[in-house]
């Protein structure tokens, strides 16, 4: 998810991501120099491989001691909720997703609290559109599919603006509540779900679309969304672009493997495995575009799974911003590709993984086991390596307010969050914590993400 505003563009439907994609980004250019060349073969069925370059030696970025911290706002402590805890920015003030919901004025002083239905509290989701706290958690008791209730709080009293008990499935994005009602049936008919884009601030329905069950928003851009469903009945589960202001549909629904990514225009899926055997694995990446016309495919060989031995590796997709896209594998090789045509831009080396991908900077970071061991600041435009950043800058980046951001998901104590300089590398500023919502000149942290109490930080950026 891009922290405090929007969410991670691609859908991993199963298996495992080791680094979190948080870029919002733009375009890129050329091929990463050839230390970070993989060795893994790639059969290309419609789409041209570039080839890497010489590489030149990247600066270090400087040290992080005697770089100044955040400007602290106010420090607060409450329930950590599950570890996903964290403060949020809102239209006058913050709220505190916990249990119970808390509202903060601009200073840190509790101003409200919504309480839940105790069976509700481990599941409850505090979201923020349009300024406005959107709160979702199930009703308790309910058959298949269920209820979810939706309440709408006014964010500087806690007043209920509105609520709706009726729909199943709930997805917020930047300034639309998605709401789906179904009919509890999955007979891979369209009308099994009804899914409807709800006005944060009152409710209302701005469209609604006839959808398959279980109909989901998993991406969105500047003017469309991708809604996610499933027939049922064998049938794998699918996507379509809808126009995000009048919910028409774009085209057909297109149907998705086990991970899939969206960038303007284009819809990029995996297919099943062709495994024959583990050092002849096969998948292939296919871009359709949101008329459903096939942009182009690509056939990789991902190698054997580190985790179970004899067995394939499964490739992954990520969606960028202007175009750019990424197609991994674990403790595989990332690759950077232009999502118009499939075009490899820059290859990363064994392990790398594509945190952030925009116009002027990619972020790739070196994993192994799981743990980021560093990260690479890349020119997507030259493929020259900026800098280097040590292992405890962290596996998840974002590009926020003119600085780059990273933490560690996987910290156990001193965690911290750093602000750097996209074109140097420099760390320009540190806050304790790790970071969990960030705007354009705000961003709050939390000691310990598997503490029951959650002790939060906001900062002035």
């Known amino acids: 998810m891009c922290l405090g505003s929007s969410r991670v563009a691609a859908v991993v439907i199963s298996g495992l991501i080791a680094v979190t994609l948080l870029g919002c980004a733009e375009r890129g250019g050329a091929d990463e120099p050839s230390a970070f060349a993989s060795t893994d073969p790639t059969e290309s069925t419609s789409a041209p491989t570039s080839t890497p370059t010489s590489p030149e030696p990247a600066p270090s970025a400087p040290p992080t001691r005697s770089v100044r911290q ?15 805890g964290s403060v949020q920015r809102t239209a006058g003030g913050y709220v505190v997703a916990s249990v119970p ?4 004025d601009r200073r840190g002083r509790e101003t409200w609290q919504l309480q839940v239905p105790r069976r509700a509290e481990a599941e409850v989701t505090v979201d923020v559109a349009l300024g406005v706290v959107v709160v979702t958690y199930p009703i308790p008791g309910q058959d298949w599919p269920g ?46 779900c009804t899914i409807s884009a709800r006005s944060p601030r009152d409710g209302g329905t701005r469209w609604s679309l006839p959808s398959y069950h279980a109909a989901q928003v998993s991406d969105a851009g500047n003017d469309w969304v991708l809604v996610v469903s499933y027939p049922g009945s064998g049938s794998p589960a699918v996507v379509r672009a809808v126009d995000v202001m009048g919910g028409s549909s774009l085209g057909p629904h297109i149907p998705i493997g086990h991970s899939v990514a969206a960038v303007d225009g284009a819809v990029l ?41 004899g067995e394939c590796r499964s490739v992954y997709v990520d969606g960028g911003q202007a175009g750019l896209a990424s197609v991994w594998s674990y403790e595989g090789v990332a690759r950077l590709v232009d999502a118009t045509d499939g075009r490899t831009i820059w290859t990363g080396r064994r392990g790398a993984e594509l945190a952030l991908m ?8 070196d994993t192994r086991g799981g743990f980021a061991t560093g990260a690479s600041g890349v020119d997507p435009a030259t493929g020259e390596r900026l800098w280097r950043a040590p292992a405890e ?30 074109r140097t590398g420099r760390v320009v500023e540190h806050y304790p914590g790790l970071l969990r919502a960030a705007g354009p000149d705000w961003l709050s942290t939390v000691a310990d993400i598997n503490a029951e109490l ?4 906001v900062f002035r950026r």
């Open 454 to 457: 959650g002790d939060y930080r």
């Open 358 to 365: 925009t116009s002027g900077l990619v972020v790739a970071v």
């Open 393 to 422: 800058a962290g596996n998840t980046w974002e590009l926020r307010g003119g600085v780059v951001l990273s933490t560690d998901t996987n910290c156990f104590d001193d965690c911290h969050t750093e602000a750097r300089r996209p």
């Open 147 to 192: 209820f979810t209730r939706v309440v709408a709080l006014d964010p500087a009293s806690g007043d209920e603006l509105w609520r709706d008990d009726r729909a199943s499935f709930v997805s917020v994005w930047d300034d639309t509540v998605y709401t789906t009602v179904c009919l509890g049936r999955q007979e891979a008919t369209l009308g099994d």
């Open 101 to 104: 919901v808390v509202g903060l």
């Open 70 to 84: 955040g400007d602290q706002l106010f420090r607060v402590s409450y329930s950590a909720l599950r570890g996903e």
């Open 269 to 309: 899926t995996t297919g099943p495995k062709d495994t024959g055997s583990a050092d002849a694995c096969r998948q292939r990446v296919t871009a359709t575009g949101f008329d459903g016309v096939v942009l182009w495919q690509q056939t990789y060989r991902p190698g054997e799974d580190p985790l179970d031995p």
